[in-house]
């Protein structure tokens, strides 16, 4: 059975499994914040994990479960909890405002125009989203959510957002990069559409202030988080710079 693990004072972590194509093994987490108006859920797993993320989020707030639940965005392995969350306890849902239609099921993220050839090839195999959920309020950059700032970093979707927890000093990020295989990386290029806005919101995360890095994808980077990204947007500087004299 998996469970919430405390990262941070008001921050504990819940990791599902999950399976890219039924291939890859790409577990995903969510999170559970404490706050003064009782618990927020950060993203909700996939929904084959849903059964396993309720319980998990029964046990550790004693059955009262989240007010709220928050979405860095609504792909599939982070939005398929919802519907399991509405039957049990029917918490708002808060996501970015241009995040909403892709909740609502009003437009699919298979219909996102493609700038590149990976996601061109690669929407047609992003799993559909049927849940169609409506939303209680929606997000922008520089408002405040449960005491935490919200930030804006499109590229992955166009209403993906972070959280940033100020007393925590944690960076909730969603997928603007992903710790796997023990390094930092930029989201999935199969299943994002502007890479190029992608790369300007990791380099947006560099200019927070936080210690704890906090991605949906791979172990969290703890007290050394912003140094590990600063460190990261230095290499794909190098990188960048090598390629472009090449050509
Ligand atoms: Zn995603």
């Not at 935490?148 to 000093?169: C, E, N, S, W, Y």
């Not at 560099?206 to 703890?222: C, K, Q, R, T, V």
């Not at 990261?232 to 960048?240: D, H, N, P, R, Y």
Request: net charge negative; glycine share 10%.
């Amino acid at each position: 059975m998996p469970e919430f693990e405390p990262v941070s004072e008001h921050i504990a972590r819940l990791e599902l499994p999950w399976r890219i194509f039924d291939l890859v093994n790409a577990p995903v987490s969510v999170w559970l914040v404490r706050g003064e108006g009782g618990y927020t859920l950060i993203d909700t797993g996939p929904p084959e994990t849903a059964d396993l993320m309720v319980a998990a989020v029964a046990r550790a707030t004693g059955g009262q479960g989240p007010q709220r639940v928050l979405l860095t965005h609504g792909h599939y392995d982070h939005a398929g909890g919802l519907e399991a969350l509405r039957v049990a306890w029917n918490p708002a849902l808060l996501c970015h405002r241009e995040e909403v239609p892709f909740v609502t099921g009003e437009v699919d993220y298979r219909q996102l125009k493609p700038h590149s050839f990976t996601f061109w090839i690669g929407r047609f195999f992003l799993a559909r989203n049927d849940w169609g959920l409506p939303v209680a309020r929606d997000l922008e950059g520089g408002q405040a959510a449960d005491g935490m700032a919200v930030i804006h970093l499109p590229g992955h979707t166009p209403g993906q957002i972070g959280f940033l927890h100020p007393q925590d000093r944690a960076m909730i990020c969603g997928d603007a990069v992903m710790n796997l295989k023990g390094r930092l990386s930029p989201p999935a290029a199969f299943a994002t559409p502007d890479p190029e806005t992608a790369r300007a919101s990791i380099r947006r995360l560099g200019e927070l202030d936080y210690a704890h890095l906090l991605p949906s994808h791979g172990p969290p980077i703890l007290d050394r988080g912003r140094e590990a990204l600063l460190a990261f947007l230095g290499q794909a500087q190098a990188e960048e710079e090598t390629l472009t004299g090449q050509w």
